[in-house]
C-alpha cells in the first residue's frame, strides 16, 4: 500500500523557517520525481520545488528560488523541503507527491506536463504577516 506522508506544517511569522518532511512507503525512491506542490485559499494548485531521486536534479518555481531547498533521503525514502525568508505569500496547503521519472525532466513534471502516481495528504503553512 503506497503512502506519502507530509508533516511539518505549522503556523510563523514572516521571515521565518521551516522544513517539511515527506515520508514514503510501499515503493522506494529508485528513479522517481518527488515534488513539492501547495494550494492557496481561492488559488490553483501549483507545483513548488521537485528533486530527481536518481540524479539529484531539481526544479524550483521562480518565487521560491534561493528561499526554499529541497533534498532526498533515499536510504530514508524520505523527502524534505526547507524554507526560509517564508512570506504571506507561501500560505498554503503544502502536498508532496511523486511520480516514476522515466526520463522525463524535472521540471516538466513540477510544472504538471505529467500526472503525478502518488499524492500524500497536505500539511498546512500558514505565515502571518
Known amino acids: 500500500d503506497v503512502q506519502l506522508q507530509a508533516s511539518g506544517g505549522g503556523f510563523l511569522q514572516t521571515g521565518g523557517s521551516l522544513r517539511l518532511s515527506c515520508a514514503a512507503s510501499?515503493?522506494?525512491?529508485?528513479?522517481?520525481?518527488i515534488g513539492w506542490f501547495r494550494q492557496a485559499p481561492g488559488k490553483e494548485r501549483e507545483g513548488v520545488t521537485c528533486?530527481?531521486?536518481?540524479?539529484?536534479?531539481?526544479y524550483y518555481e521562480d518565487s521560491v528560488k534561493g528561499r526554499f531547498t529541497i533534498s532526498s533521503d533515499n536510504a530514508k525514502n524520505t523527502a524534505y523541503l526547507r524554507m526560509h525568508s517564508l512570506k504571506p505569500e507561501d500560505t498554503a496547503v503544502y502536498y508532496c507527491?511523486?511520480?516514476?521519472?522515466?526520463?522525463?525532466?524535472?521540471?516538466?513534471?513540477?510544472?504538471?506536463?505529467?500526472?503525478?502516481?502518488?499524492w500524500g495528504k497536505g500539511t498546512l503553512v500558514t505565515v502571518s504577516s
Open positions: 507527491a511523486a511520480r516514476g521519472r522515466g526520463g522525463r525532466a524535472v521540471g516538466a513534471v513540477c510544472r504538471g506536463y505529467y500526472g503525478m502516481d502518488y
Open positions: 510501499g515503493f522506494t525512491f529508485d528513479d522517481y520525481v
Open positions: 528533486i530527481s531521486s536518481g540524479d539529484g536534479s531539481t
